[in-house]
Nanobody, 111 residues
């Protein structure tokens, strides 16, 4: 059974940073694509960053140059380093892998 557990969300001022973590179990982590998505109030869930099985990482245009996705295969964990945060980054951030969603972690950026 695949389980994804996000952590690291919180309240931060604009311009600040947060690092989200997604701990995965029940998958062959090193060969599994793992992505971050987010959903703001009243909006559809949207892609943020992806760590594919092969190839380079990819990002939504809105976060390029500010967010970095990385993975630690020894810890079965994917990270999302978020810098220069903006109020429009406020959302629940979700981890996705193997057709499974985590429960999400709230990120709130105050102006």
């Amino acid at each position: 059974q695949v389980q994804l557990v996000e952590s690291g969300g919180g309240l931060v001022q604009a311009g600040g940073s947060l690092r989200l973590s997604c701990a995965a179990s029940g998958i062959f982590f090193s060969i599994t694509e793992i992505n971050w998505y987010r959903q703001a109030p009243g909006k559809q869930r949207e892609f943020v960053a992806g760590s594919p099985r092969l190839g380079t990482t990819n990002y939504a245009d809105s976060v390029k140059g500010r967010f970095t996705i990385s993975r630690d295969n020894a810890k079965n964990t994917v990270y999302l380093q978020m810098n220069s945060l903006k109020p429009e980054d406020t959302a629940v951030y979700y981890c996705w892998a193997a057709n499974t969603w985590g429960r999400g972690t709230q990120v709130t950026v105050s102006s």
